[in-house]
């Protein structure tokens, strides 16, 4: 079990990275929240070293997506439909985020997991293959479609 | 820079999450480390439950094992078949046990270490005599196998059966049971021996004086009564009458117990059940004696 102290790094270092593929993945704040505990529990029973920041960060990035696929799998499920999330975030974002994360919301789920390791964490191709425990070129062809299909949502100021 | 990193810029995790998480982690990490805790307390409840009816089983004799030369001893055998107590019935047997490790080594290897000591190779000279005496459910499969032991081969042994009763009649006079079988055969013949008497003596002399006994014939064969009225008087003189009832039945036990003797075969032990106390019926009683008397030499 971590420590008290870990856990508080932990928390500092990913909590946005998380709670950033939590908002690709679900719909609103109480499956987020939800999401969010649960891998940070996870954190807590990983009995396992880590060998470097870098191999810490990819376990939650694992972690977290699947987490939310799990989640999903689970609340396809439910009976009731929630909330938009975009709706409750949009206080806090302007225009021109919004459209950009409904287009990005509106692509399929790997497509969204890529376009997010790639242009947010920076996470080059071979990490990104690595991580999802895809082939390379199979990340690379997601990136080349992801971005088509951006292109298509959002016209030209798309680069 | 790109428009999907300055989208995503503004969606963090609030710090009500997190503080929610760590508590949430905290309620947990208590919440498992009680639950590991009664796991932990569990389990080793379990453990010490097996562990301690293991060990209840195994410390537990079921059969017994007298071994009598001039060293009196008493091994206490487990069901599978190691010894887990050890007794001795005279100074010379105590010698032995401060010597020689017997505990928790099969019965066979450990009568053979018994009588493999030097301390008891010396009592082992022409004259002394060997008595092995068992107690047990399997006495016929434990005898077979002390009789097919090389060492007990060797030293000639002579070997018996007896109870518990006799077993707890002969602790009563602090003798080993195998002993105490002998005393019972030879107040059979000898009225006149008591039970100090024979707490002197060694087995080669109990022997030797049975021998005594039945060389000279049973002094007329209508005699049998009368004698055993003698030895009541004598063996018993400062025993109740209820203490010596017992004796009787250990008396017959040991008597019929001469015809499990390993070398001993043509003696058909049948002829004489335990609880036939009819040993004032010389022609049976002397029959059942000669057979284990001539083996063993």
Not at chain 2, 164 to 179: D, N, P, Q, T
Request: hydrophobic content about 30%.
């Amino acid at each position: 079990m971590k420590s008290e102290e870990d856990l508080n790094r932990a928390m500092e270092a990913y909590a946005d990275m998380v709670r950033r593929i939590c908002f690709l993945h679900l719909k609103n704040k109480y499956d987020t929240e939800d999401v969010f505990q649960n891998v940070y529990l996870k954190y807590l029973l990983y009995d396992k070293p880590f060998e470097s920041g870098e191999h810490e960060k990819a376990w939650f990035v694992r972690v977290a997506i699947n987490a939310c696929t799990d989640h999903l799998r689970y609340a396809s499920r439910r009976k009731w439909v929630p909330l938009d999330l975009i709706e409750e975030e949009r206080e806090v974002l302007d225009d021109t985020s919004s459209e950009v994360l409904e287009a990005v919301l509106s692509l399929p789920e790997k497509y969204r997991n890529v376009i997010y390791l790639h242009y947010y964490e920076d996470y080059p191709a071979v990490e990104i293959a690595r991580i999802l425990g895809k082939k390379e070129n199979t990340v690379y062809s997601w990136l080349s479609r992801a971005r088509e299909l951006l292109r298509e949502r959002l016209g030209g100021e798309w680069v | 820079m790109n428009v999907i990193r300055d989208s995503m810029k503004d969606i963090r995790a609030s710090e009500e999450l997190k503080r929610n998480t760590l508590e949430y982690l905290k309620e947990q990490r208590r919440r498992g480390l009680k639950r590991l805790r009664r796991l932990t307390l569990a389990a080793a409840s379990i453990c010490l439950l097996i562990f301690a009816g293991g060990y209840m089983v195994y410390a537990r004799p079921v059969s017994y094992i007298s071994i009598d030369v001039n060293p009196s001893v008493e091994l206490g055998v487990n069901c599978f078949g190691r010894v887990v107590e050890a007794d001795a019935y005279n100074r010379d047997g105590r010698d032995i046990l401060d010597q020689v490790l017997l505990k928790n080594v099969p019965y066979l290897k450990a009568i053979g270490r018994l009588l493999g000591d030097e301390s008891v190779s010396g009592y082992l000279t022409r004259d002394s005599r060997v008595f092995i005496t068992v107690i047990s459910d399997s006495w016929e499969t434990m005898l077979k196998e002390i009789g097919r032991d090389e060492l007990s081969e060797k030293y000639g042994a002579q070997t018996y059966k007896s109870d518990l009763a006799s077993r707890e009649e002969a602790h009563r006079y602090e003798m080993s049971f195998g002993k105490y079988r002998a005393c019972l055969e030879l107040s059979q013949y000898d009225g006149t021996v008591t039970v100090e008497e024979c707490h002197r003596m060694s087995m080669g002399e109990i022997e030797d004086r049975i021998k005594t006994c039945k060389g000279h014939g049973n002094e007329g064969e209508g005699g049998g009564h009368q004698r055993r009225n003698q030895r009541r008087s004598n063996c018993q003189n400062s025993e109740s009458d209820e203490s010596f009832g017992s004796a009787e039945s250990g008396g017959d036990t040991g008597n019929d117990g001469s015809s499990g003797s390993a070398g001993d075969t043509g003696n058909d032990k049948s002829s004489k059940e335990p609880g036939n106390d009819e040993y004032d019926d010389d022609a049976g009683s002397y029959g059942s004696h000669e057979g284990h008397h001539g083996h063993g030499h």
